[in-house]
T-cell receptor, first 114, second 112 residues
Framework: DAMVIQNPRYQVTQFGKPVTLSCSQT?????MYWYQQKSSQAPKLLFH???????NEADTPDNFQSRRPNTSFCFLDIRSPGLGDAAMYLC?????????????FGPGTRLLVL | QQQVKQSPQSLIVQKGGISIINCAYE??????FPWYQQFPGKGPALLIA?????SEKKEGRFTISFNKSAKQFSLHIMDSQPGDSATYFC???????????FGGGTRLMVKP
């Protein structure tokens, strides 16, 4: 089955220790998104890649970076995690970069910062 | 103008009842309105979507009602089942560029 896979499902890191979350997709979609979702809140878009073009949301902190080495994989790097960065991180994909395309979400990685 | 306001935040319905979740928006450029369903520990998944050229769209037990003049849309779940217990997000998008704007979410619990 075509899908969006996120690893790990749970990640524990220490305050200030860099952490990388990974996402892969078998849908061959052009766009990959990273969202942050805190408890009982809506997903908040951090950035997205349209092919190799990186698009950062204006209010995404510099602490968050992303890499997309190929169509299938995308990584979220948090350079110096703070306690406020504890959240569920969702990866999603779509064929084209408009809000009118269905977005397919992965199961998420829950990040805990100690 | 980018906000989508969703209510209620939580909802408890008896099995077999009707669940109703409402959303309102301000941006008149929005013209695509999807609903996403999210189960605990899972990512959101598209449930049903509507464009403003129709006032209602039905898929099985799920219906979206759309009121363009009032800038409101709602999700109705008929014959609600315990398996429908999840968080529901409405969202909106303009017809060109830009991303989805999500509502705040509604946690639905259907009691057996």
């Amino acid at each position: 089955d075509a899908m969006v896979i996120q690893n790990p499902r749970y990640q524990v890191t220490q305050f200030g220790k860099p952490v990388t979350l990974s996402c892969s997709q078998t849908l061959n979609h052009n766009v990959m998104y990273w969202y942050q979702q805190k408890s009982s809140q809506a997903p908040k878009l951090l950035f997205h890649y349209y092919d190799k073009d990186f698009n950062n949301e204006a209010d995404t902190p510099d602490n968050f970076q992303s890499r997309r080495p190929n169509t299938s994989f995308c990584f979220l790097d948090i350079r110096s995690p703070g306690l406020g960065d504890a959240a569920m991180y969702l990866c999603a994909t779509s064929r084209n970069p408009t809000g009118q395309e269905t977005q397919y979400f992965g199961p998420g990685t829950r990040l805990l910062v100690l | 103008q980018q906000q989508v306001k969703q209510s209620p935040q939580s909802l408890i319905v008896q099995k077999g009842g009707i669940s109703i979740i409402n959303c309102a928006y301000e941006n008149t450029a929005f013209d695509y309105f999807p609903w996403y369903q999210q189960f605990p520990g899972k990512g959101p998944a598209l449930l049903i979507a509507i464009r403003p050229d129709v006032s209602e769209k039905k898929e099985g037990r799920f219906t979206i009602s759309f009121n363009k003049s009032a800038k409101q849309f709602s999700l109705h779940i008929m014959d609600s089942q315990p398996g429908d217990s999840a968080t529901y997000f409405c969202a909106a998008s303009p017809n060109a560029g830009n991303m989805l704007t999500f509502g705040g979410g509604t946690r639905l619990m259907v009691k057996p």
